[in-house]
Nanobody
Framework: QVQLVESGGGLVQAGGSLRLSCAASGLTFNRRTMGWFRQAPGKERECVATISWSGVYTYYADSVKGRFTISRDNVKSPVYLQMNSLKPEDTAVYYC?????????????????WGQGTQVTVSS
């Protein structure tokens, strides 16, 4: 059974940091593009960041560029999201996803495995 499990979410004050992790089981993810998506209340899910299977190529949404860093360790866990200088508008459920899309793939349909999400709440 393929499973992605996110962890590291929580409540943090504006300006603070959180590090999300995504653990995988049931499938070898080291050849897959990995992405972090988020969905805020009343809004559509959006792509926050992606990373190629090699870890060389990354993509960031404009709203998080310079504050968030995506990385991967194909041995221990497929993907991390370091979030710094958090803002209240970053409040959302964050999902990790695995897919076979190309570099910078932001289309949800290109990701075939999803975690259940972890809540991130940033207070002002």
């Amino acid at each position: 059974q393929v499973q992605l499990v996110e962890s590291g979410g929580g409540l943090v004050q504006a300006g603070g940091s959180l590090r999300l992790s995504c653990a995988a089981s049931g499938l070898t993810f080291n050849r897959r593009t990995m992405g972090w998506f988020r969905q805020a209340p009343g809004k559509e899910r959006e792509c926050v960041a992606t990373i190629s299977w090699s870890g060389v190529y990354t993509y960031y949404a404009d709203s998080v560029k310079g504050r968030f860093t995506i990385s991967r360790d194909n041995v221990k866990s497929p993907v991390y999201l370091q979030m710094n200088s958090l803002k209240p508008e970053d409040t959302a459920v964050y999902y990790c996803a695995a897919g076979l899309g190309g570099i910078g793939e932001t289309t949800e349909a290109k990701y075939d495995y999803w975690g259940q999400g972890t809540q991130v709440t940033v207070s002002s």
